[in-house]
């Protein structure tokens, strides 16, 4: 395919690979930038390659395996001509039409693809604690989502890292399947609203290990322990769960488009309310790096199908004469 391009998707999560099918079936015949296997910042095909079973993807009655399911959505993308590439993207251009995207060198003079629409579709990523055996138990005992992979741990023992908002609402969720969570917090008291504080304390089920960090793992193929630290003393003791979520906030991947779209103060796209155009016409964004709510792999698969359709759409009014059109048709 010739550049310009119609459409480039930059990701390549349930979000971007959604919008490559329906891109791909609109004739578009979509070029996505999966991301680089050796970049520690971006995972091809997203985050449900670093989870295992997912049991709450519609469609799968005995549920599959995260990267099964990525791998699905790929083929169904590639079988209607979109065509992947394994780069990520290190400078975008999106003050003239055709968009301009950079692979490899950011300096280079010339961009390495350029197209009339691009959607971006980057996701987020949950920050972790930076420990050697966390990316061999993530998904066997460590987990990021007590959504999604909450249901496995009933009956177990079930610590939560973290003091904000999303700490408490997890342990709070985990109550239903555990009989005790125990809430692992950095400090003396929770960063969480007063409210979602008072639901924690009232419930029975909750219990706070306060002033102590996890500094480490135990459990070669699955969870057993973890090894937590009191900030004060310095002592180590070896907590007994085999279920422990990390809840220590998440970073949109939006670095790339500071001062060029619309993010609000934590980073996440802004687009309009209830659909996926950001602030340059031309520009469409879904998944994770707009949501801070949902962050579920059937909501980024939806606003991936929305990217798709406002993409098109705009490329069908605009006609030949993308370069020209300053201002998103209301008209669609
Ligand atoms: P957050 O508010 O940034 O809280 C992160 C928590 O993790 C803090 O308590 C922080 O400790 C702790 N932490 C950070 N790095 C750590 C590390 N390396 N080791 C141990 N602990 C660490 O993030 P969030 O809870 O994900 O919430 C993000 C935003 O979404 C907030 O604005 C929140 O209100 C909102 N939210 C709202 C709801 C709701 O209303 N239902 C639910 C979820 C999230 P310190 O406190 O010591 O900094």
């Not at 340059?280 to 790096?289: L, R, T």
């Amino acid at each position: 395919m010739p550049d310009p391009r119609n459409v480039i998707i930059l990701g390549s999560g349930p979000a971007g690979l959604t919008a490559a099918i329906y891109s791909a079936r609109a004739n578009l015949a979509p070029l996505v930038l999966e991301g680089e296997l050796s970049s520690t910042s971006d995972q091809p095909g997203g985050q449900l390659m670093l989870t295992t079973e997912v049991e709450n993807f519609p469609g799968f009655v005995d549920g599959i395996q995260g990267p099964e399911l990525m791998a699905n959505f790929r083929a169904q993308a590639a079988r209607f001509g979109t065509e992947f590439v394994q780069e990520r993207a290190t400078r975008v251009d999106m003050s003239s039409r055709p968009f301009k995207v950079w692979t490899g060198d950011p300096s280079a003079p010339e961009p390495s693809y350029t197209a009339h629409a691009v959607i971006v579709a980057t996701g987020a990523r949950s920050l972790m604690l930076d420990i050697e055996a966390e990316r061999r138990l993530l998904g066997h005992g460590l987990s990021t989502c007590a959504t999604c992979d909450g249901f496995f741990f009933r009956g177990h023992e079930i610590a939560v890292v973290g003091g904000g908002d999303s700490a408490i609402e997890e342990a709070i969720f985990l109550t239903k399947f555990a009989d005790r969570v125990t809430i692992v917090h950095r400090r003396g008291e929770l960063r969480a609203s007063k409210i979602m504080q008072e639901r924690a304390f009232k419930n029975d089920k909750i219990t706070f290990l306060w002033h102590h960090t996890v500094d480490d793992l135990v459990g070669e193929k699955s969870l057993e322990g973890a090894v937590v630290r009191d900030v004060r003393t310095g002592e180590t003791h070896v907590l007994p769960v085999t279920g422990l979520f990390v809840a220590i906030g998440h970073r949109p991947n939006s670095d790339l488009f500071t001062d060029l779209l619309d993010m609000d103060e934590a980073g996440y796209l802004k687009t309009v309310p209830g659909r996926s155009l950001t602030n340059v016409v031309g520009v469409f964004a879904c998944g994770d790096v707009q949501d801070h709510t949902y962050r579920q792999a059937i909501t980024a698969a939806g606003s991936g199908c929305m990217a798709a359709i406002d993409a098109e759409r705009w490329l069908e009014a605009v006609g030949d004469a993308p370069e020209t059109i300053n201002e998103t048709p209301t008209e669609w």
